[in-house]
């Protein structure tokens, strides 16, 4: 029986919100989840990989020389954990879905780099994009998502309403990704704030959302009815790697 791997630092957490988004979604296989401290997991029988939510990333990991954010709380080991399991993850082309810091550290882990306070790089309220609970999550805007790309396709629209809670974004995106969403109503020097990425080859299943799509997977709805749509999509991605290997 195949293995979905689900990297976090909260393992209740995962157990609590995300599990049950991804047995909703159809998945009935084994599930793995890896903390740090945990022995390094194998990707021997893994089908698919989720980078859960978190704490921020160290910025050595894009920039030696970028000082930490005063506002930044990295988490260096989870780092240390996720980026050489992303890399290896990517070689096998195994499906990818990242959430949150998931989205963020997989840019990072292929060669992007991170927006390390959006108030303080935007000037926008501290609020805007870092409001609401797991149990009581806050959509307050929408996200464009761009046509034609896999991301509109699982949501299913091209304009999308969104949960925020994070302070870090993606600034320069990795080569062999592409931003396909966007807040477009934050902005510096014309260009928005990335709240999707997916991988530029359309035979890998690679996607990260900035936004918490496990705790509105349960809502009625277009924010819960988009959130299934890529909970569903990326466990199709997995069963289908399944039967090939």
């Known amino acids: 029986m195949s293995t979905l791997l689900i990297t976090c ?7 609590h919100f995300y599990v049950p988004a991804l047995k909703a ?45 005063e506002k930044a709380e990295p988490d260096p080991e989870r780092d240390a954990a996720e980026i050489p399991l992303i890399r290896a993850a990517w070689e096998k082309n195994l499906p990818i879905l990242g959430i949150c810091r998931g ?18 790089h935007f ?10 609970t797991p149990e009581v999550p806050e959509v307050r805007h929408d996200v464009f998502v761009t046509h034609g790309s896999r991301l509109a396709d699982l949501l299913g629209s091209h304009k999308v309403p969104v949960n925020s809670r994070h302070h870090q974004a993606v600034k320069e995106v990795a080569p062999e990704l592409q931003a396909t969403a966007y807040h477009p109503e934050t902005l510096k020097e014309g260009i928005p704030l990335i709240e999707g990425i997916e991988a530029k080859d359309p ?34 991605a997995v069963e289908a790697y399944a039967e090939r290997a």
């Not at 909260?10 to 157990?15: E, F, H, P, S, W």
């Not at 296989?29 to 390094?40: M, N, Q, S, T």
């Open 9 to 15: 630092r909260d393992k209740k957490r995962v157990a």
């Open 25 to 69: 979604a159809g998945w009935h296989g084994r599930i793995e989840l890896v903390a740090p401290g945990d022995p390094k997991p194998s990707l021997e029988g893994v089908a698919g990989l989720l980078l859960c939510g978190g704490a921020d990333i160290h910025p050595d990991r894009w920039n030696p020389g970028e000082p930490v954010h």
């Open 103 to 120: 989205h963020q550290i997989l840019n990072v882990a292929l060669g992007g780099s991170m927006i390390q306070d959006i108030p303080d």
């Open 123 to 132: 000037g926008c309220a501290a609020d805007k994009h870092s409001h609401g």
């Open 203 to 236: 035979h890998r299943w690679v996607v990260g959302v900035q936004w918490h799509p496990e705790n509105l997977a349960v809502m009625q709805g277009q924010p819960g009815d988009a959130s299934r749509g890529l909970f569903s999509g990326f466990i199709q």
